[in-house]
C-alpha cells in the first residue's frame, strides 16, 4: 500500500524470504513506479443537528481534501436523505481543492411542513468519475396534520359545522392553535383551549367549529376554506392546514298551524297554514310538496302545489278532505245516467202504446189483439231490465250502491317538501282525529 503523500518516482522493492533448512534467505527485487493520481476526499466535522420544522439549521463544517499533492478539479457537492421540502445550501460550492483542503459550510433549511423526525443525512462530493462521501444527521421537530371529520360538502347558510383534525408531534411540548374562517366573514374556534400539551407520537384531535353566516352563499354553492394553523409555543414548527367548507342554497319548512289536535266527523275537511323559507339570501327553486300518514280514503291538497320561496317566505295551505260512507271522492262511473235514462223510457211505452191502442180500436177492431200483445210484450222488457241488481248494487255498482268512507282514528300528518336532491320535512308533526 502506497502511503498517502508518497512522492511520484522509481521505486526499487526488495522482497526477502526464508524458510527452515535452507542454506539462506531467498532474495528478489523489483521496481515500482508511483506516479502523481489526483483525488479528494469529503469530511463532516459537525455531529447531527435538531431543528424545527420551519427553521434552518446551524452550520455544519465540511472540508474538501485533496489526496496527494494536489487536486486540481472542480468538485460539486450535493445531499440527499433530507426530508421532503427541506434544502441544502453548501457555502462554496463547487470548490477546487489544488494542493490545499476547503473548508465548506453547509445549512439545511425546512419548512412549516417539514414532517418531524430523524434524517440520515450523505454529503457528497462529485468531479468527473470520482466522488466521495460523509454522513450526519438531521432532526426536526414537528408534527403532522390529518383531517379526521372534513366539514359538511352540503352546509346551510346560518348554520353551525364541525370538522375534525388529528396531530402527531415527533416531539413533546406544547403548542397553539386557531382558525381563520374571514373568506365568509364567519366565526369560528378550536378545542381543545391554548395551550394544548403533546407527546411525542401521540396523536391529539383537534374540533373546529365554525358559525356560517346567513350572506355566506350569495350563489347556488360557495366552497370555501377554513384554515386551521397549530404552532408550537416558541413559534415554530407552524402549520396551517385549508378545510374545505361548500355552503349551498337552501330552503325550510315553518311549523304547521294550528299545531293542536283537531278533531272532524268523516265527511269534513280541515286546512293547515305553514310557510316555505329560504336558508340564507335567497332559494331560487321550486320546491314541491307531499304529505304522508293521512287517512286512506282521504285528500291531502296543496295551495299553491309548488313554491319558489325567492328571497323571502312563501305561505302555502294544505287541506285534508275526508269522505263520508254515503259519498265518494272518486266520480261516478259514465253510463249511470245513460241507464236512468233509458228506465225512464221503457217505463214511458206502455201506456202511450195503450193510449195508441183506444184509438185503434174504435177504427181497427182487428189489431185490439195486436196491441195488447204488443203491450205484453213491452211490460216484460221493463220488468227485466229493473231486476238487474241486488240491494248493495251487484256486480257494476248499481244507483243504489253504497262507498266506503275514511275511517275513524287518529292520524299524525308530516308534510315534507322535495327541491331536486333537497329533501325537508316540516319541524313538528300535526295530529288528525277523524270520527263517524
Given at each position: 500500500?502506497?502511503?498517502?503523500?508518497?512522492?511520484?518516482?522509481?521505486?526499487?522493492?526488495?522482497?526477502?524470504?526464508?524458510?527452515?533448512?535452507?542454506p539462506?534467505?531467498?532474495?528478489?527485487?523489483?521496481?515500482?513506479?508511483?506516479?502523481?493520481?489526483?483525488?479528494?476526499?469529503v469530511?463532516?466535522?459537525?455531529?447531527?443537528?435538531?431543528?424545527?420544522?420551519?427553521?434552518?439549521?446551524?452550520?455544519?463544517?465540511?472540508?474538501?481534501?485533496?489526496?496527494?499533492?494536489?487536486?486540481?478539479?472542480?468538485?460539486t457537492?450535493s445531499?440527499s436523505?433530507?426530508?421532503?421540502?427541506?434544502?441544502c445550501?453548501?457555502?462554496?460550492?463547487?470548490?477546487?481543492?489544488?494542493?490545499?483542503?476547503?473548508?465548506?459550510?453547509?445549512?439545511?433549511a425546512?419548512?412549516s411542513?417539514t414532517?418531524?423526525?430523524?434524517?440520515?443525512?450523505?454529503?457528497?462530493?462529485?468531479?468527473?468519475?470520482?466522488?466521495d462521501?460523509?454522513?450526519?444527521?438531521?432532526?426536526?421537530?414537528?408534527?403532522?396534520?390529518?383531517?379526521?371529520?372534513?366539514?359538511?360538502?352540503?352546509?346551510?347558510?346560518?348554520?353551525?359545522?364541525?370538522?375534525?383534525?388529528?396531530?402527531?408531534?415527533s416531539?413533546?411540548?406544547?403548542?397553539n392553535?386557531?382558525?381563520?374562517?374571514?373568506?365568509?366573514?364567519?366565526?369560528?374556534?378550536?378545542?381543545?383551549?391554548?395551550?394544548?400539551?403533546?407527546?411525542?407520537?401521540?396523536?391529539?384531535?383537534l374540533?373546529?367549529?365554525?358559525?356560517?353566516p346567513?350572506?355566506?352563499?350569495?350563489?347556488?354553492?360557495?366552497?370555501?376554506?377554513?384554515?386551521?394553523?397549530?404552532?408550537?409555543?416558541?413559534?415554530?414548527?407552524?402549520?396551517?392546514?385549508?378545510?374545505?367548507l361548500?355552503?349551498?342554497?337552501?330552503?325550510?319548512?315553518?311549523?304547521?298551524?294550528?299545531?293542536?289536535?283537531?278533531?272532524?266527523?268523516?265527511?269534513?275537511?280541515?286546512s293547515?297554514?305553514?310557510?316555505?323559507?329560504?336558508?340564507?339570501?335567497?332559494?331560487?327553486?321550486?320546491?314541491?310538496?307531499?304529505?304522508?300518514?293521512?287517512?286512506?280514503?282521504?285528500?291531502?291538497?296543496?295551495?299553491?302545489?309548488?313554491?319558489?320561496?325567492?328571497?323571502?317566505s312563501?305561505?302555502?295551505?294544505?287541506?285534508?278532505?275526508?269522505?263520508?260512507?254515503s259519498?265518494?271522492?272518486?266520480?261516478?262511473?259514465?253510463?249511470?245516467?245513460?241507464?236512468?235514462?233509458?228506465?225512464?223510457?221503457?217505463?214511458?211505452?206502455?201506456p202511450?202504446?195503450?193510449?195508441?191502442?183506444?184509438?185503434?180500436?174504435?177504427?181497427?177492431?182487428?189489431?185490439?189483439?195486436?196491441?195488447?200483445?204488443?203491450?205484453?210484450?213491452?211490460?216484460a222488457?221493463?220488468?227485466?231490465?229493473?231486476?238487474?241488481?241486488?240491494?248493495?248494487?251487484?256486480?257494476?255498482?248499481?244507483?243504489?250502491?253504497q262507498?266506503?268512507?275514511?275511517?275513524?282514528?287518529?292520524?299524525t300528518?308530516?308534510?315534507?317538501?322535495?327541491?331536486?336532491?333537497?329533501?325537508?320535512?316540516?319541524?313538528?308533526?300535526?295530529?288528525?282525529?277523524?270520527?263517524?
Amino acid at each position: 500500500m502506497v502511503p498517502v503523500g508518497t512522492e511520484a518516482g522509481n521505486y526499487t522493492v526488495t522482497v526477502q524470504a526464508t524458510t527452515a533448512g535452507a542454506p539462506g534467505p531467498a532474495t528478489t527485487s523489483f521496481t515500482m513506479a508511483v506516479t502523481a493520481s489526483e483525488d479528494f476526499t469529503v469530511s463532516s466535522f459537525t455531529a447531527g443537528q435538531i431543528v424545527a420544522a420551519g427553521q434552518t439549521t446551524s452550520p455544519y463544517n465540511l472540508a474538501i481534501t485533496p489526496t496527494g499533492s494536489a487536486f486540481a478539479g472542480v468538485v460539486t457537492l450535493s445531499c440527499s436523505g433530507i426530508p421532503s421540502g427541506a434544502q441544502c445550501n453548501f457555502t462554496p460550492n463547487p470548490v477546487v481543492p489544488e494542493t490545499n483542503s476547503v473548508n465548506v459550510v453547509l445549512t439545511i433549511a425546512t419548512t412549516s411542513a417539514t414532517s418531524g423526525g430523524t434524517y440520515a443525512v450523505t454529503l457528497t462530493g462529485t468531479s468527473g468519475s470520482l466522488s466521495d462521501s460523509a454522513k450526519t444527521s438531521l432532526t426536526v421537530d414537528g408534527f403532522r396534520l390529518g383531517v379526521s371529520q372534513p366539514f359538511s360538502t352540503v352546509a346551510d347558510a346560518g348554520s353551525q359545522q364541525t370538522a375534525k383534525v388529528s396531530l402527531t408531534p415527533s416531539y413533546s411540548g406544547s403548542f397553539n392553535a386557531m382558525c381563520d374562517a374571514s373568506v365568509f366573514s364567519g366565526q369560528c374556534s378550536v378545542t381543545p383551549v391554548n395551550p394544548i400539551s403533546i407527546a411525542a407520537g401521540t396523536a391529539t384531535m383537534l374540533t373546529v367549529t365554525v358559525n356560517i353566516p346567513n350572506s355566506a352563499a350569495p350563489q347556488p354553492s360557495n366552497l370555501y376554506n377554513v384554515n386551521l394553523t397549530a404552532a408550537d409555543s416558541s413559534g415554530l414548527p407552524m402549520q396551517t392546514l385549508p378545510l374545505p367548507l361548500t355552503v349551498i342554497q337552501d330552503f325550510t319548512l315553518g311549523s304547521l298551524t294550528p299545531s293542536a289536535t283537531q278533531t272532524i266527523s268523516a265527511g269534513q275537511s280541515v286546512s293547515y297554514n305553514f310557510s316555505v323559507l329560504p336558508v340564507g339570501p335567497a332559494f331560487g327553486n321550486a320546491v314541491s310538496l307531499t304529505c304522508s300518514g293521512t287517512p286512506a280514503v282521504s285528500l291531502c291538497s296543496f295551495t299553491p302545489a309548488s313554491v319558489t320561496p325567492g328571497g323571502s317566505s312563501a305561505a302555502v295551505v294544505m287541506t285534508i278532505s275526508t269522505t263520508s260512507d254515503s259519498a265518494s271522492l272518486v266520480p261516478q262511473r259514465p253510463g249511470r245516467s245513460f241507464l236512468a235514462w233509458s228506465y225512464a223510457l221503457w217505463l214511458g211505452l206502455p201506456p202511450l202504446a195503450l193510449l195508441g191502442n183506444r184509438r185503434r180500436r174504435k177504427q181497427h177492431p182487428r189489431l185490439t189483439l195486436r196491441a195488447r200483445l204488443l203491450e205484453l210484450f213491452l211490460l216484460a222488457l221493463v220488468l227485466t231490465s229493473c231486476g238487474g241488481g241486488g240491494s248493495n248494487g251487484g256486480g257494476n255498482g248499481g244507483i243504489g250502491s253504497q262507498q266506503q268512507g275514511t275511517a275513524a282514528g287518529t292520524y299524525t300528518i308530516t308534510v315534507t317538501g322535495n327541491s331536486g336532491s333537497l329533501t325537508h320535512a316540516a319541524p313538528a308533526t300535526v295530529t288528525l282525529v277523524v270520527t263517524q
